[in-house]
């Protein structure tokens, strides 16, 4: 192995546990405001999140044990397989999705391939286009309390689910010639099917529990990337990152004033957002056009949430 590419294997191999070295000696220094901005995101997670969340959890799973998966999958097969490529049954994923935010798109997706109601490209598929933000979140926080303005929200709203259909339109041809096992459901509604009052306690337990999990992993990520931003603002790393990206801003002749929370959204949505929506803008499209886009990707924060939902399968993130 010649000297240079072994200098690389061995910075690869040290990087991570740097990091995470680095990130415990801040977590010492900085540890009055990472208190608080602990704080602050369990306090986004209760009053938020779980309220929001943890109902349509709860309500996925309880589903996911009946026939409705497949009659639905019946009612819109023709519509699901000619634009997005996956049968019928995905339309549900696409559905809560919508209705309820991420990541219960990539939830359902990753529950469809371990009771082998899809294929795995077709689950792959469906990662690509059902993790969205749900319309409380886009027209009740960003647009009412965030922009103050409900028009705003029901916009954002409106071309975020046109982007959602044209990205799953994109990746109907994800892995296209892959030879797929024609997997059926057959088997998990004649399961459904064994469904009654007397085990209906044991399958709302179930259910509960479950969603349970979900939601502290959720809480875990809000709490942990909370800190991080305290970390990156406190140690002036935030406003590097700013003057790296500006040249880009520059080119783009999008104001300067808008980096920040660029790269805070990167990091983490929500924080991101709040700096993007009160910035005094002349044009307010700019103010839009950025919301849209952040709400659009979700930030390393909800990425990681799909990775972490989706690690017991063979489902792959890159779609």
Same mark, same amino acid.
């Given at each position: 192995?010649?000297?240079?590419?072994?200098?690389?294997?061995?910075?690869? /191999?040290? $990087?991570?546990?740097?990091?995470?070295?680095?990130?415990?000696?801040?977590?010492?220094?900085? *540890? +009055?405001?990472?208190?608080?901005?602990? !704080?602050?995101?369990? &306090? $986004?997670?209760?009053?938020?999140?779980?309220?929001?969340?943890?109902?349509?959890?709860? &309500?996925?799973?309880?589903?996911? /044990?009946?026939?409705? =998966?497949?009659?639905?999958?019946?009612?819109?097969?023709?519509?699901? !397989?000619?634009?997005?490529?996956?049968?019928? @049954?995905?339309?549900? &994923?696409?559905?809560?999705?919508?209705?309820?935010?991420?990541?219960?798109?990539?939830?359902? &997706?990753?529950?469809?391939?371990?009771?082998?109601?899809?294929?795995?490209?077709?689950?792959?598929?469906?990662?690509?286009?059902?993790? %969205?933000?749900?319309?409380?979140? #886009?027209?009740?926080?960003?647009?009412?309390?965030?922009?103050?303005?409900?028009? =705003?929200?029901?916009?954002?709203?409106?071309?975020?689910?046109?982007?959602?259909?044209?990205?799953?339109?994109?990746?109907?041809?994800?892995?296209?010639?892959?030879?797929?096992? %024609?997997?059926?459901?057959?088997?998990?509604? !004649? +399961?459904?099917?064994?469904?009654?009052?007397?085990?209906?306690?044991?399958?709302?337990?179930? *259910?509960?529990?479950?969603?349970?999990?979900? #939601?502290?992993?959720?809480?875990?990520?809000?709490?942990?990337?909370?800190?991080?931003?305290?970390?990156? /603002?406190?140690?002036?790393?935030?406003?590097?990152?700013?003057?790296? =990206?500006?040249?880009?801003?520059?080119? $783009?002749?999008?104001?300067?004033?808008?980096?920040?929370?660029?790269?805070?959204?990167?990091? @983490?949505?929500?924080?991101?957002?709040?700096?993007?929506?009160?910035?005094? @803008?002349?044009?307010?499209?700019?103010?839009?056009?950025?919301?849209?886009?952040?709400?659009?990707?979700?930030?390393?924060?909800?990425?990681? /949430?799909?990775?972490?939902?989706?690690?017991?399968?063979?489902?792959? =993130? +890159?779609?």
């Amino acid at each position: 192995m010649p000297k240079s590419h072994f200098y690389i294997f061995k910075l690869k /191999q040290f $990087l991570l546990p740097f990091i995470l070295i680095l990130f415990t000696i801040c977590l010492v220094i900085f *540890s +009055k405001t990472n208190l608080l901005a602990a !704080k602050n995101g369990l &306090a $986004l997670w209760v009053n938020s999140i779980v309220p929001s969340l943890f109902p349509f959890f709860v &309500a996925t799973e309880l589903l996911s /044990q009946t026939n409705f =998966i497949y009659y639905l999958g019946r009612i819109l097969n023709r519509v699901m !397989k000619p634009i997005f490529n996956v049968r019928g @049954e995905g339309s549900f &994923a696409f559905i809560m999705g919508i209705i309820s935010g991420y990541p219960v798109g990539a939830k359902i &997706a990753a529950n469809f391939r371990e009771n082998h109601i899809c294929s795995k490209e077709e689950c792959e598929r469906l990662l690509s286009f059902t993790n %969205n933000s749900g319309p409380l979140f #886009i027209i009740g926080t960003v647009g009412i309390t965030m922009f103050g303005n409900s028009t =705003i929200g029901f916009l954002l709203l409106i071309t975020h689910i046109l982007a959602s259909i044209t990205v799953g339109f994109a990746f109907r041809f994800w892995k296209f010639n892959s030879k797929t096992i %024609n997997e059926t459901y057959a088997s998990k509604a !004649k +399961k459904s099917d064994n469904i009654s009052l007397s085990n209906l306690g044991a399958i709302i337990g179930n *259910s509960i529990t479950n969603s349970i999990n979900t #939601i502290l992993l959720i809480g875990g990520f809000v709490v942990l990337f909370s800190v991080i931003i305290s970390i990156l /603002q406190t140690s002036n790393l935030l406003s590097v990152l700013c003057n790296l =990206i500006e040249p880009i801003f520059d080119l $783009l002749y999008i104001p300067n004033t808008f980096i920040l929370g660029f790269v805070s959204g990167i990091i @983490e949505l929500t924080n991101g957002l709040s700096v993007i929506c009160n910035i005094p @803008e002349k044009k307010l499209s700019i103010n839009i056009i950025m919301a849209s886009f952040m709400l659009g990707l979700g930030g390393i924060s909800v990425l990681l /949430q799909v990775w972490s939902t989706i690690s017991k399968t063979d489902l792959s =993130i +890159k779609p």
